[in-house]
């Protein structure tokens, strides 16, 4: 997710029931992101023949609400990008506009982003992903669907009112991953420099890794592994583009030299990406050997046995200034909502050994939303972590509600720390032997 480069305004909600209905559909919502790009569906169509990346998909006309029929309809490129667990096919979506075009995909009615940062990554080579300029998301008894309202106002001025269906829930999950081995996408000069070192490294954890080139045609092979592995950052050829919608604003931290960064977080349909790179090729490799020996392979290890993400979202970063350089990983270890009231923000830390537990809580309108890692930095001996958050409700309940994420940080040496997360800062000393 990355912050709106517009000021848009906030879309109503319609309360009251539109009908009494038995559940909700099985695709369970839809995410989206909205492109200052302009596009045609013949453009469209000619990339998808041209480049590979789906061999299914056609022209359609959908309302995106199979119980509020008469919605108006649009009209929409969709592929298929993988399935579901009842195995009905997960789809992509194109809008085209004449100033912006909407990339709307079908999710799991928890609204995971990571089949729209698949999606973005797959259509990398038609739809600019610096061009995004917001990404939401909303459970498919929004009609419409929010990402459509959002368009709706950004391509056509049009303020789109947004009625929710009174229905239960019938939630569904992506199908299961069954290739338990970690895909590599990397260019030619990264892979002869890195890809050694990341495969010795699984090796020897007894995880068999298969490397998929750096064509497009790679992302839709990858997309049934448990873990994919990503070396190189934005600015790497060929795969540059590949990795900008999982980097987000995280691919300022590689524009200076000598920086690196791993991160992982969920993608496609529940695999564990993993993007592993530096300012150049030559951090990379440092990035790639850091890997080695990181808490980051336990998770990679962890998700291929038991299968696809388990959860945890990281970032382990490093600059170099001088002679002074810091090695630490953020895990989100947990992140919940719960009725109740907090006025503006609180955190809380505590030392274990050298980590550090970070407990930040948050007020907000409703319970129903989650937090995600957005980034991290560290300068000297004072950590700042930065946090987003995505709505998670399909009908939430009527209550004020505090949002909580649990985080560890490190490993750090003794000494005094400065933490903040978000606007909440905390002062915490770690002394260990």
Do not use: H
């Not at 951090?283 to 998770?299: G, H, N, P, Q, V």
Request: positive net charge; glycine residues 8%.
């Amino acid at each position: 997710m990355r912050s709106s480069l517009l000021v848009l305004p906030l879309v109503m909600l319609l309360l009251t029931p539109l009908a009494r209905v038995a559940s909700c559909p099985p695709t369970g919502g839809y995410v989206g992101a909205i492109y200052r790009q302009a596009t045609t569906e013949q453009e469209i169509l000619d990339y998808l023949r041209r480049s590979g990346v789906a061999d299914k998909f056609r022209v359609g006309i959908f309302s995106f609400s199979p119980y509020y029929p008469s919605y108006k309809r649009l009209r929409a490129v969709f592929i298929e990008i993988g399935r579901f667990s009842n195995r009905i096919p997960l789809r992509a979506y194109v809008i085209p506009g004449r100033n912006y075009t909407l990339l709307l995909v079908e999710t799991t009615s928890k609204l995971d982003f990571s089949s729209l940062k698949f999606a973005e990554s797959l259509l990398s080579g038609l739809l600019n992903p610096k061009n995004i300029v917001k990404e939401s998301g909303s459970q498919n008894n929004y009609v419409p669907p929010t990402p459509i309202a959002d368009w709706e106002y950004t391509e056509k001025g049009v303020r789109v009112k947004i009625n929710v269906l009174r229905c239960s829930s019938s939630p569904a999950s992506f199908v299961r991953l069954e290739v338990n081995k970690v895909a590599v996408i990397a260019n030619e000069i990264d892979a002869n420099l890195s890809l050694g070192v990341v495969r010795d490294a699984l090796k020897e954890r007894g995880i068999p890794v298969d490397y998929l080139g750096w064509r497009m045609e790679a992302l839709p092979e990858a997309i049934n592994y448990r873990v994919v592995i990503f070396l190189g950052g934005q600015l790497a050829p060929e795969t540059g583009k590949f990795v900008i919608p999982i980097l987000g604003n995280l691919s300022s931290s590689l524009s200076n030299s000598r920086r690196w960064l791993i991160y992982s977080t969920t993608w496609g349909m529940g695999s564990l990406v993993v993007v592993i790179a530096g300012s150049d090729r030559y951090m990379t490799k440092k990035a790639a050997e850091r890997f080695a020996s990181s808490d980051i392979l336990d998770e990679v290890v962890k998700a291929v046995k038991e299968g696809g993400a388990v959860g945890v979202e990281s970032l382990t970063w490093s600059s170099g200034s001088g002679n002074w350089s810091e090695k630490v990983s953020v895990f989100l270890n947990s992140t919940s909502g719960g009725c109740g009231f907090l006025e503006g923000a609180d955190l809380s830390l505590r030392a274990e050994g050298d980590r550090v537990i970070a407990v930040y809580r948050q007020g907000a309108s409703n319970p129903c939303a989650q937090f995600y890692l957005k980034g991290y930095r560290i300068s000297e001996r004072f950590v700042t972590i930065e946090l987003g958050v995505v709505s998670t409700s399909e009908f939430c309940v009527e209550c004020l509600g505090v949002l909580t994420a649990k985080m560890t940080i490190g490993p750090l040496s003794p000494g005094t720390y400065r933490i903040c997360v978000d606007e909440a800062c905390g002062i915490i000393n770690l002394t260990y032997d």
